[in-house]
C-alpha cells in the first residue's frame, strides 16, 4: 500500500510529464536545421535540474551556471554548459504559465548553444523563444538573433523571412526593426535582389531612428556603386550622406560625435578611394601603351 509520501510523489511525477507533453506541442512553423539527438531528450534533462522557487529565480540559478563556464576549458566547460542550457530549457517546463520567462530561458539557451557551435539546437531554442516571447520583448528580441544565425550559416532565404517580418512588426522595439531591415537588405542583395536592397537601405538612410542605423544604410549605399564600378554616383551618393547627417554631425553632443566618428570610419571611404586610384592606374597604363 503506498503511503501518503509515495502518493505526493507520483502527484508530482504525474505533474511534471503533463507540463512536458504540453511543452512539444505543434512543430514551429519553421524547421530546424537539422533533427538535434538531445532535443528528444530535454524533459528527461530537466528533470535532474534542481527546481526554484520561481521562474526569475531559476533564470538565475541558469545564469550562476553559466557564469560558472569563465576560465573552464575542455570537458568541464561542456559539462557546465550542458547544465546551464538544461537549467534554462527548465522554466519552460516549470512555468508553463510564464511564456515570458519561459522565452527568456530559452534565447538564453540558444546563445550559449550558438556559442558552441550546436547550430541546430541553438536555431531550435530561438524558434521557440520566437513563439513564446512577446514582440516588445525575448519574441522579438530572439527573431532577430535567428534571422542572424540562419544569415552566417548561408540560410538566406529563411533568414531573410525573418528580417522581413520583423521589419514589419510596428510593436517591436524600433531599433531592432531597423536593424532587421539593414540585414534585410544585405541578404537582398547577397541574393542578388540589388535593386530591392536598395530601395530598402534607402528608406532607412532617410528614416532610421539611429543615426548611426542611418549611416550603415548609407555606407552600404555606397559599396553597392562601388562594386558595380559607378565611381562617379558612388562619390555623389557619399556626399548625400555628409549632407544628411551633417545637422547631427554638428551637435557638440556626446551623440555629435559618434556621428562624426561613424561618418569618417565609412567602409565605402576607403573602396571609393581605392576603387578611384585603380581606375586612375589603368587609364594611366592605357595611354602608356599607346
Known sequence: ML????CVLLIVCASFASAA???????PAHPPLAAP?????????????PRQETASAQ???AA???????GKLGAERDALRTQAVDA????RVLWPEDPEAGAEGAFRAGELLRAAKATAEAVQEFEIAREKGSLEGF??????????????TKQLERALAEFEALAALARAPQDRRDEAGLFAGKVQHELGLRAQACRTWQRLADQAADPLDRIQAWDWLVQDLVDAQDLDGAAGMLERAREALAPIAAEETKLGERVRN????????????????KRARSSEASRASM
Not at 64 to 70: A, C, E, G, I
Not at 88 to 91: E, G
Not at 262 to 277: F, G, T, W
Open 59 to 61: 533564470i538565475a540559478f
Open 88 to 91: 534554462y530549457r527548465a522554466v
Open 262 to 277: 561613424a561618418l569618417q570610419r565609412m567602409r565605402s571611404i576607403d573602396q571609393l578611394q581605392q576603387a578611384i586610384e
Open 37 to 49: 539527438a538531445a532535443a528528444s531528450g530535454v524533459a528527461l534533462a530537466n528533470a535532474e535540474v
Open 3 to 6: 503511503n501518503r509520501t509515495s
Open 139 to 152: 519574441g522579438s528580441r530572439a527573431r532577430l538573433e535567428l534571422a542572424h544565425l540562419l544569415r552566417r
Open 64 to 70: 550562476k551556471l553559466r557564469k560558472s563556464m569563465d
Open 21 to 27: 507533453h504540453a511543452l512539444a506541442g505543434p512543430p
